[in-house]
């Protein structure tokens, strides 16, 4: 993955944005909004969940399989 991401991984990648980060729902939903208007895809309903975006690396992984699919 750190060749697709175009950097080497670190342990921030395991990084929970709930509690390190401090992401509450309006973080939350002000991060679902940034990855749609920086990435250029819209975030479907039921991709609003926040153990998606758990970590630093599940929240790469999805914009990663997001793209790819677009």
Same mark, same amino acid.
Request: aromatic letters at 10%; charged letters at 25%.
């Given at each position: 993955?750190? %060749?697709?991401? =175009?950097?080497?991984?670190? #342990?921030?990648?395991?990084?929970?944005?709930?509690? !390190?980060?401090?992401? !509450?729902?309006?973080s939350f939903?002000?991060?679902?909004? =940034?990855?749609?208007?920086?990435? =250029?895809?819209?975030?479907?309903?039921? !991709?609003?969940?926040? #153990?998606?975006?758990? %970590?630093? =690396?599940? %929240?790469? !992984?999805?914009?990663?399989?997001? %793209?790819?699919?677009?």
């Amino acid at each position: 993955m750190s %060749t697709i991401v =175009g950097r080497s991984l670190s #342990e921030n990648e395991a990084m929970l944005l709930i509690e !390190d980060y401090n992401l !509450d729902s309006i973080s939350f939903i002000e991060l679902i909004v =940034g990855m749609e208007k920086q990435f =250029g895809f819209v975030i479907p309903a039921e !991709d609003y969940r926040i #153990e998606l975006y758990a %970590t630093l =690396g599940l %929240t790469i !992984d999805y914009i990663l399989r997001r %793209t790819s699919i677009e």
